[in-house]
């Protein structure tokens, strides 16, 4: 199944509301697909949106970068995976979110090709999940309000976006935790806001509130390795690793360290599907659990981290795959069902994935 064709298309979705974290603001998303047809006509979706205050990309150099390793890739085998996949990561160092559009395009291909869902052909079974939800950064009413609103539609576990300023942030807190069941789970995420000081006076106060997060995700610098196992080392509320984890090196030092808690893995921080799946082999050797994240993206990296979960579902246990049910509207869909809280894979072959724009 030679490979014939690589072409890339942008393109903006609209969101429900504003996404607001203690890094960026965004009212719209932007979006890059990547469709790579073969000979046959059987064509694989990818996709991946910039980050760039995490991973340093942009739409340009997303582009770039495809359209620098595509002449490598044209003309080459499906069946010769490993080779392709090799070809995909030693041409360019990082551009992850880039490497892992096309990595999402091409396992596509593949799972097509032996007509088996992408889960399958990577020894999944689970096909039902449970997602959280995020709540955007805010005045402590809008907060409270969007958190009932996610109750309302059924989720039983938040993530609260925080870390502008921790005074407000505890109260923040405080006052979520107060306005809902105590059944309901929240996931605190400062995206590195705080320092190490900061995080444990912070996390000391809440738990003196007897508020016991389910994590406290990077709540300092992605560098601040030795931040991380300095607020370990002093509170009770477990630490999951997000900006600090891209590679599996970054995993092992961390985990080595003891330094963390749990792994947020991402495709977009990983460079694919397949760091991803050697990232949770990794944290189970460490007896560490994994959550699989999304940034703000689109229906087909959403699905492809869905399969990954249920590839490693021994290792993954905790899904932050809320990104769709964060989109008013967007031109792609996929075999993947997305209903709030509930994802639920399909047998379709691949990922299933359909682009009206094309
Ligand atoms: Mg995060």
Known sequence: MKIQSIRTDVLSATLKNPFITSLRRVDALQDLIVIIECENGMT????????????????????????YIK?????????????????????????????????????DLKAQSVKLPLYQMLGGTQTTFKT?????????????????????????????????NPKKDVERIKAIHAS????????????????????????????????????????????????????????????????????????KRLLDMQAIDYVNIKL????GITQALSLADLAAEYDVKCMIGCMLEGPISVAAGVHVASAKAQSITMLDLDAVALLASHPVTTEVLFDES??????????GAAYTNH
């Not at 069946?79 to 396992?107: C, G, P, R």
């Not at 959280?132 to 409270?144: H, L, P, R």
């Not at 309302?152 to 609260?160: E, P, Q, W």
């Not at 509930?342 to 990922?351: E, F, H, N, Y």
């Open 180 to 251: 809902l069941n105590k059944d309901i789970k929240l996931r605190l995420d400062a995206n590195q806001g705080w320092t190490a000081q900061e995080s444990v006076e912070l996390l000391l106060a809440l738990e003196k509130h007897s508020i016991f997060a389910e994590f406290i995700e990077q709540p300092v610098p992605a560098d601040d390795i030795e931040g991380l196992k300095y607020i370990k080392q002093r509170v009770q509320t477990p630490l999951l690793a997000d900006e600090s984890i891209f590679s599996l090196k970054d995993a």
């Open 44 to 67: 694989g979706y990818g996709e991946g949106a910039p980050t760039p205050m995490i991973t340093g990309e942009t739409i340009g150099s997303i582009l770039a970068t495809i359209e």
């Open 132 to 164: 959280d939800i995020t709540i955007s950064m805010g005045e402590i009413d809008t907060m409270i309000a969007d958190s009932q609103n996610a109750v309302a539609l059924g989720y039983d576990t938040l993530k609260i976006k925080i870390g502008d």
């Open 71 to 107: 002449p490598h890739l044209i003309g080459l085998e499906i069946e010769d995976f490993e080779t392709i996949l090799k070809i995909v990561h030693t041409l360019i160092v990082k551009n992850t979110t880039a490497k892992s559009a096309l990595e999402i395009a091409l396992y």
């Open 342 to 351: 509930l994802i639920k894979l399909s047998d379709c072959p691949g990922l």
């Open 268 to 271: 977009a921080k990983t460079a």
